[in-house]
């Protein structure tokens, strides 16, 4: 059973509503590079910015295909809790479930997370739920004139930044210091 249609498509942050800077980052589950800043640079940034109430870092899906539209229609269908921590493992496993199989991967991953099969099926044929997510993405193009991943928005200035940037870049673009 999935949750409503309106927490699926909640806001997904991390780092407390009211710090002084918002940075979306718009991403896709398959883009080597978006893997490469949540291998690299995101730890650094979730410990140093984002627990210290610095910054709010919230993700937006920008999926660039069907195995990472069918990833973030998973990663909604769980708990907003279990959002982050789910994204991440995609993100790091990438080269193992973004495959010609990757439905079969990412039913073994659902399930790793606490996913029912059923869960999985319903997530996956839900129209709802992948009109909203591609609306995310759409949102991002017209909004943000998103047009590759990752793409950082940092306070809400227009072009963002593209990449997988270092940590020092990150927090330049925010204005809190470097």
């Known amino acids: 059973m999935l949750p409503p249609l309106d927490e699926m498509l909640a806001e997904r942050a991390a780092g407390p509503a009211d710090a002084p800077v ?8 398959t883009c080597p590079a978006c893997a490469a800043f949540h291998r690299d640079t995101w730890p650094r940034v979730r410990a140093e910015l984002v627990e210290t109430g610095r910054v709010r870092h919230v993700f937006a899906d920008f999926p660039l295909d069907q195995a990472a ?3 973030a229609m998973l990663a909604r269908a769980l708990p ?4 982050e921590p789910f994204v991440s493992m995609l993100l790091s496993s990438q080269s193992r479930w973004a495959t ?23 997530a996956l044929r839900s129209a709802e739920l992948q009109r909203g997510v591609l609306e995310i993405r759409l949102r ?5 004139r998103v047009n590759s991943t990752p793409t950082f928005i940092f306070a809400g200035r227009v072009p963002g930044v593209s990449g997988a940037i270092a940590f020092d870049r990150y ?8």
Request: charged share 25%; hydrophobic share 40%; no cysteine.
């Open 22 to 29: 918002t940075v979306v980052e718009y991403f896709s589950l």
């Open 69 to 71: 539209l069918a990833a």
């Open 80 to 83: 907003a809790e279990q959002y």
């Open 100 to 122: 010609r199989n990757f439905l079969e991967e990412l039913a073994k991953l659902a399930s790793l997370a606490g996913m029912s099969r059923d869960t999985f099926q319903a």
């Open 140 to 144: 991002g193009e017209q909004e943000h």
């Open 171 to 178: 927090l330049r673009e925010t204005g809190l210091g470097g």
